[in-house]
């Protein structure tokens, strides 16, 4: 090996080392911000919800071909624990060609809280965020709320959203948990479920607690009506339409409140291509933002939009190359076919940086009371296996975008028959 690409290979793999671990004892922190979290809440004396101050609400499901799961998210929100009067719910059936259109009005029966809106099969499909723009503007309520098609609400999960809402009048919209019903099917959905626990327990709740920082996820949330509309409600470009709202938020001063206490529970994708397609969107749809925002990155105002901007292009760029530099470089080095010549415990340092990573999954995870033998063995495994996945989506999302130029569309997640726990 020549000189100059022993140099480079050695830069390379420190690099991947200080990087690795700089992203993990940031991750590290906010773990201790979401344990400071959870016992500030636990410790709260639950306020009373004085349901005369609580806005009327229009809640939005959009839905394309959701025969398996539509009946049943229909049925947990007639189970809304919400003031008579104050609750609006639309269902609008996004072009479907299945039976979704006779599931929704077989669910819904005689309740007047639902309204529908029909887009004919030949508009219909082009995205969660025109439906949502179609739907919104005729809305009655004083704030909107977000559920996907496939969601369990828990009973009082909306009014919780709603009255943290209306408790400050910074905030521009609240968030809450979601958990995954079909945890248990099989080895992805244990996996999946993992990864969702411990985002929300160290990246929302760790943000949220130091920084007052949160991201909409693409449901059970809660936003003011007046907020979207002074937006002008959700990019249509966009595949992640909940993050690219949450830069525009930011970027008006707004706040977005995390509210671990108010749960949905979600389908999760069941075989590995469906979870590629959504994973390659969500990419793709990141890939936009950081082109979109990324050009006046030290211009925002307030800093919370930037620190948003770093945190999504050190994550799925900078974190994601490291690690994928690290392992080929591991790999290769086992089979003789590249050496670092360098010194240091990096045996150590990676032993280090496993164990700590364990460790955060673990203290999420016995949040939910799910910290068990069976799942410390999925984290290992998950740390082996899973997590590399990403590294495909991430370099598939950018051969899309910048070899291939390919149009973004939205590619609609596959649901299962449903089976709650």
Known sequence: MSLFLNVLLNGIFVFSVIFIWLMLLYQFVLCLGGFCLRQRLRR????????????????????HNEEKVIAATMAHLQRLQYPEGKL???????GSSDGTHEAVRRQAGTDRRFRF??????????????????????????????????????????????????????LAAVT?????????????????????????????????????ISTLPGTN?????????????????????????????????????????????EQEPENLAVWVRQRTRWARGNNYLI?????????????????????????YYFFVFAILFSDLIFVLSLFGLV???????YLELWLL???????????????????????????VLAYFTYTKLWVFVVLKSLYHDLVQKKKRTWAKTERFDIKPK
């Open 88 to 94: 609006e719910i639309m269902i609008i059936n996004d």
């Open 44 to 63: 709260q004396v639950p306020a009373a919800i004085d349901d005369d101050k609580l806005p009327s609400v229009t809640v939005l499901v959009p839905a």
């Open 176 to 212: 809450g948990k979601f958990r995954a019903y079909n945890a248990g099917r099989n080895l992805l959905t244990r996996f999946i479920n993992l990864e969702s626990i411990a985002f929300q327990w160290l990246i929302q709740a760790g943000r949220w607690f130091f920084l007052r």
């Open 353 to 379: 940086a496993f164990l700590l990573y364990i460790l955060e999954v673990m203290i999420a995870l016995s949040y939910e009371r799910e910290d068990t033998p069976l799942n410390l063995l999925l984290t």
């Open 117 to 170: 809106l029909d887009i004919p099969t030949a508009a219909g499909g082009r995205g969660k965020s025109l439906t949502l723009n179609r739907a919104f503007r005729e809305a009655r309520g004083e704030a909107i709320a977000i559920y996907d098609a496939d969601n369990l609400p828990e009973a009082d999960a909306l009014r919780l959203l709603a009255w943290d809402l209306v408790s400050d009048r910074r």
């Open 291 to 315: 082109g979109k925002f990324g050009r006046r990155l030290w211009r925002e105002r307030p800093k919370a939009t930037t620190f948003e901007l770093l945190n999504l292009f050190f994550l």
């Open 221 to 265: 949330y809660i936003i003011w009506k007046s907020v979207l509309e002074a937006l002008g409600g959700w990019d249509e470009e966009a595949l992640t339409e909940d993050t690219e709202l949450t830069f525009r938020i930011y970027q008006k001063g707004l706040l977005i409140g995390f509210l671990p206490g108010a749960v949905t529970w």
């Open 339 to 345: 050496r670092v010549n360098l010194f240091g415990p």
